[in-house]
């Protein structure tokens, strides 16, 4: 297992600025070494709140956005454009703002998408473009994503793997959750496999909500139990949290507090 590094801000907007700042050093990093890099992006109220905080921050034509591949861990199945999908979020946030270049953002089909309304064929089309997007150095079925950033959820989900559901069995790189607990009911998501493929995962946390969550997480817990606790990238693993988040994260772990 690789090293889970703690960093905990003092408040969310304190650490959607610091995680969009460090997302800029990251991306500039990378695409200096290599000429491109890439991303998957995240949901939720904090996920979308550092694509924000990444638009308005002068250092963000640091990096080179037509060099750049997006994709998301997990999509709720709905139609583009949707404004609950995790792709609208993110364009009106950040993606409409900078020089993307189009071929090189891929997001999960909705119902709307080549394969209708069929999440299962349209999982298995979002890891086609996986498997074709890989590179020798991946050394797998899926790119090694530079940067994942991940959210966690008051039961301790992540992604759209939630507790106990079978997705947290699947091996296959992407698959359909149905019967998911919050809205809407189907989704796509990667699997623990896609995920521990990156080279570092971010999981980014903000309120109070979350905090037993995260302690669980952090603590030990199964992922059939907590589905965050499975996330184990391959160089780093990196858990960006606020104050509340970080709450009740058991003593002796690394935490790097922020002023």
């Known amino acids: 297992m690789t090293a889970r590094n703690v960093v905990v801000h003092r408040d969310a907007t304190l650490l959607a600025r610091a995680v969009a700042a460090r997302l800029v050093t990251r991306l500039v990093d990378v695409q200096s070494g ?3 890099a890439g991303v998957g992006l995240t949901g939720g109220g904090i996920g979308i709140a550092v694509l924000r905080s990444l638009a308005e921050s002068p250092a963000r034509d640091a990096v080179d956005w037509r ?3 997006v994709w998301w861990g997990d999509e709720r199945f709905l139609p583009a454009g949707h404004p609950d999908r995790n792709e609208t979020q993110a364009r009106e946030a ?3 703002h900078v ?19 069929d999440p299962e064929a349209a999982a298995d ?5 996986l498997a074709d997007a890989t590179t020798p150095e991946d050394h797998g079925p899926v790119p090694s994503f530079d940067v994942l950033l991940l959210g966690v959820g008051p039961d301790g989900h992540t992604a759209s793997l939630f507790p106990g559901q079978p997705a947290l069995y699947d091996d296959r790189p992407v698959v359909a959750v149905h019967g998911a607990p ?15 493929a990156a080279r570092e995962a971010w999981v980014v946390v903000a309120g ?8 669980m997480a952090l603590g030990g817990a199964g992922r059939v139990q907590v589905p ?9 693993t990196l858990w960006l949290l606020d104050a509340a988040a970080a709450s009740k994260v058991p003593a002796g772990l690394t935490r790097i507090a922020s002023p």
Do not use: E, H
């Open 94 to 96: 950040l993606l409409d």
């Open 182 to 196: 919050k809205p809407p009911p189907t989704r796509l998501t990667m699997t623990f496999d896609t995920i521990n």
């Open 99 to 117: 020089a993307v270049d189009p071929a090189r953002v891929r997001p999960m089909p909705g119902p709307d998408g080549p394969d209708g309304p």
């Open 67 to 69: 060099a750049l591949d």
């Open 34 to 36: 290599r000429g491109w």
């Open 228 to 236: 965050a606790a499975g996330i184990n990238a391959r160089q780093r």
């Open 208 to 215: 109070a909500d979350k905090a037993s969550a995260v302690a």
């Open 125 to 129: 089309r979002y890891a086609s473009w």
